[in-house]
């Protein structure tokens, strides 16, 4: 899933998405609570209407993004009491107000609002941010199941009047609700918050609370063993992972679904994803290299352009540096999906 | 001519401006003598291989952008010398070296390194500004005679091996060389710098020097008595204007050709061009506005997204919406010159 942070892949429109074959995109609640404001987006449709994309949307709950503010956030029973990033105004999420946000976003996934441990947590802290994690899930289940029709735009699109809205959900239904595992990078209690999760019912399953600065091989053991855990016929969503050989190898370990803001924010900085490896296409070495970023590649910016053009847009500090790589990386990260589901395939 | 300074129309892809109709981009020699430089275009077989664009270029001389840099600039009969914007570095633009650079870029028009007069200037200072200008476009045509077929990409692409290098230029020819008309708010002097220039004889004459802080009246009166004197049946380029009523009311007058940054910049700031006026995206009544950005208009933008859509892009400071704010008003001033082509040949 290419991440859309504020309703954007930035630099990338739309129409390009879809010819990428994009089939589901992330919103970050944290960033869309804060701007546009939910209240905006509920009066324009919900989030897809409001962006104009009909294929999914996931949101996450906005409790990574919390997490991630450090000073700014305390967190209580109730819920994290946090400043704003942008204008240090105080706000306040909880998991009945994170399920009220995503359900007026609109998304067609949306998250339990959880919390993410740090790293490294000791076992005390560790179980009390699992049992807490808990309580907060079965207090999103509760509200979700009793509010997730209460958006007007769920009511206008039961009626069929808008017809733009796409519904990618079982009839009746506008929204799933994910859990998320948590339990640090303890295997006992990752197995202790999957059976408690999985015993609260949920449609699909998320791991969390990992790329948060602990090494690659303790993530990749994390992972493993929290997926056997998990029913293998619902979804199970891995957060935040990874580079294009991590999401290949969890894709083939059994992980259906994975977010990554890598790929975007990579292209950003001039690191390019490519059949030969990276390339940083910074590098004066590439000042007048005809051929195109990746031989391999059949996306729309290896079939015209050369990597001196693309070295020159970036060293120039040109927008189109930012909007072209955007593109290839995403190409690459979707290509290569689909030799993982390919493989799947040829497997089965 | 949209603007391309840097070998790109800034945010937007190559494949975008072919959708949007775009015959002939200019870009700005003086910064691509900067970055990436000239030999690395020559290098690369030219602007239009280099950035991928098989329609027309036009470069300018570099003679305008060296007159903004004011403190940084030393004018000698030789030349300019002057101290890049980027490094600071000493540099030096003579007729000479300007077609060298024009020549190695290998746009389809070049432009006549000329001295842009600043304004308010006195008559002894406009006499000798017109005098220099007048002695460098004979040396730009002289030098430009001798050296036209000087690059190693027009000896490839005469033999047929360069087939993506289009011509759009008469057999034998790669390049027009076009000569500029100067004199500042003198008309007098405007006449005298239009007859001379036309005796050294081009395939095409441009206006230059205004849009220097004069107001919009006097541009109006020198554009209009300046072009009575330049050949009817030869391109008439106005150099740097202007809003979209400007370009239809010049274009109606007879010019042929106009460049100007206005809808690209504009775009980029927010300040969009629709069939209702100028509407500024930024303010708070768009936030949640659904309707089409321009209701007239039949570009992807206006087709797909709205008003509060991109008031929420630009607000939140979004690469998306540099590029599609510019993709938008690209599109209004093309609309605006293909109107314009239409009523003239309707009035025939």
Redesign the interface.
Known sequence: MPVGT??????????VLEELDVQILLGNTYHLFL??GVE?IR???GLHR???WDRALLTDSGGFQVFSLNDLRKVSEEGVAFRSHLDGSPRFLSPEKAMEVQIGLGADIIMAFDECTEYPADAPRLRASIELTLRWAARCKNYFDAHQHEVPWAREQATGQWSARPTRLPAGSTQALFGIVQGGMDPELRRESAERTIRLGFPGYAIGGLSVGEPRELTRDIVLSTLALLPADQPRYLMGVGTPEEIAQYALAGVDMMDCVLPTRAARHGLLFTSEGRVSIKQARY??D?GPLDPACGC?VCQ???R??L???Y??N???A???NTVHNLHYYLATMRKVRDWIRAER
């Open positions: 504020l309703a954007s892949v930035k630099g990338v429109p739309q129409d701007r546009p905006t009066e324009m449709g409001f962006m104009s000042a007048q005809p729309r015209r352009y050369s001196a053009y070295r020159h847009l060293a120039a040109e927008l189109l930012q909007v072209l």
